[in-house]
């Protein structure tokens, strides 16, 4: 039995166990009532877009890979919705969650899986590879653990620029163990840099679960270089708040790094091309569904509390469909790169070449 069954099955569900102090948390005790609903609103327009976007994969307008987030919105949202105007984020290949969450528009996102030139990424980058600097999102990387030393870097900058800021470096389960995770861990403690390490747990690396790929409590590998650590529930978006904002503000204050293990599950396949049934059971699956999702979850908390109701429920959720329709037709519409464009927006000097400083051959020259 994995690991995150146990857990399940030592709680009580969701929706009769006690309420935690999360709500009261000083972080989420000021939030507005709109406010509350927004957080509601981002997550479930995050798993609307991506079911269309799975339909659009299933009807071969999308090829290549297509790494759903659906489960784990709570965590994109949670923490991206404390960030202020010097902070940063960067993740890994699932990125769609963190994109919306920090603000960016569904039809350039849908666009980019699409391969259209009015894709954020001009079509270039695909489900990999969101990026919008301009919101201080720094992508959407491939490379299992190489977002987290660029991460560090994100650190380095805000705090060489003297900016009260801090880097969310965003990371799998399965990263963990990854060499440039750890040299990230020691840079990062070494010269004192303002990044939170998260790692989004959600138990399975691609097919092999966390219990099977790694020694330990995953964050608790951060005392070796004298950082410190936290773990929370991923599936609460309260506590997700809580517990970020305590390690974000340690770092904007202090420089203080630190790692944080927040606990989540996919209910997709790995990429939505691949198999999903020889690793996990449908019941463990469906266990998370019923008792720990987190739009249910934060739904029931936000009618406890008087915010929401089913009809304000309902307008949220047509108004998510809507705008996945509407980024899907701008998909759709959006014409193709033409062969011009594939040498273009690749390297800043090869586009620039009167500015070009540095010597020998450019790749494609
Ligand atoms: C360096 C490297 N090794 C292997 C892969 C192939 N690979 C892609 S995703 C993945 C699993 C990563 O799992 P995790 O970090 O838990 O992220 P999740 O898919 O759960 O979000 C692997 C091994 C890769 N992309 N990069
Ligand atoms: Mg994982």
Redesign the pocket.
């Known amino acids: 039995m994995s690991k995150k069954l146990t857990a399940i099955a030592e709680n009580q569900p969701a929706a009769t166990a006690p309420r935690p102090p999360h709500a009261q948390a000083p972080i989420n005790a000021r939030l507005s009532q709109e406010e509350k609903i927004e957080l509601h609103r981002k997550m479930v327009r995050i798993r609307r877009f991506e079911e269309r976007s799975l339909r659009a994969y299933q009807g071969k307008k999308i090829g290549g890979f297509l790494?759903l987030y659906i489960g784990?919105e709570a965590v994109a949202v949670g923490c991206c919705s404390l960030m202020g105007k010097h902070d940063h984020v960067i993740t890994?290949?699932?990125d769609h969650g963190h994109a919306i969450a920090v603000g960016m528009d569904p039809k350039p996102l849908m666009a980019e899986l699409y391969g259209k030139i009015t894709g954020c990424s001009k079509g270039k980058g695909g489900s990999m590879h969101y990026f919008d600097p301009s919101r201080n999102f720094w992508g959407g990387h491939?490379?299992?653990?190489?977002q987290i030393p660029l991460g560090v870097g994100l650190a380095y900058g805000v705090k060489y620029q003297g900016h009260k800021g801090a880097a969310m470096a965003f990371?799998?389960?399965?990263?963990?163990n990854?060499g440039a995770v750890h040299e990230a861990y020691n840079l990062a403690s070494l010269w004192k840099l303002p990044v939170v390490f998260v790692i989004?747990?959600?138990?399975?690396?691609?097919g092999?679960s966390?219990a099977r790929s790694s020694a330990g409590q995953l964050a608790k590998r951060a005392e070796g270089y004298d950082m410190p650590w936290g773990q929370c529930n991923g599936h609460d978006v309260y506590e997700v708040r809580a517990c970020m904002d305590k390690f974000l503000t340690l770092a904007r204050e202090t420089n203080q790094p630190s790692t944080v293990e927040i606990d989540t599950y996919?209910y997709r396949g790995?990429?939505v091309a691949d198999p999903d049934n020889t690793y996990r059971s449908k019941q463990e699956v469906e266990e998370y569904r019923k008792t720990k999702d987190p739009i249910q979850v934060f739904q029931e908390q936000l009618i406890k509390e008087g915010v929401l109701d089913e009809a304000t429920i309902e307008k949220i959720d047509l108004e998510a469909r809507a705008e996945a329709d509407h980024a899907a037709d701008f998909a759709e519409a959006s014409p193709y790169p033409t062969p011009d464009d594939i040498q273009k927006d690749v390297y800043w000097e090869a586009d620039h070449p009167a500015q070009r400083k540095s010597q020998g051959r450019l790749f494609f020259d």
């Not at 491939?142 to 190489?146: D, E, P, Y």
């Not at 990371?171 to 963990?176: F, I, P």
């Open positions: 790494h784990q890994a290949y699932r491939g490379i299992v653990g190489g990371m799998g389960d399965g990263a963990v990854q989004e747990n959600n138990g399975y690396s691609m092999t966390q996919r790995h990429s």
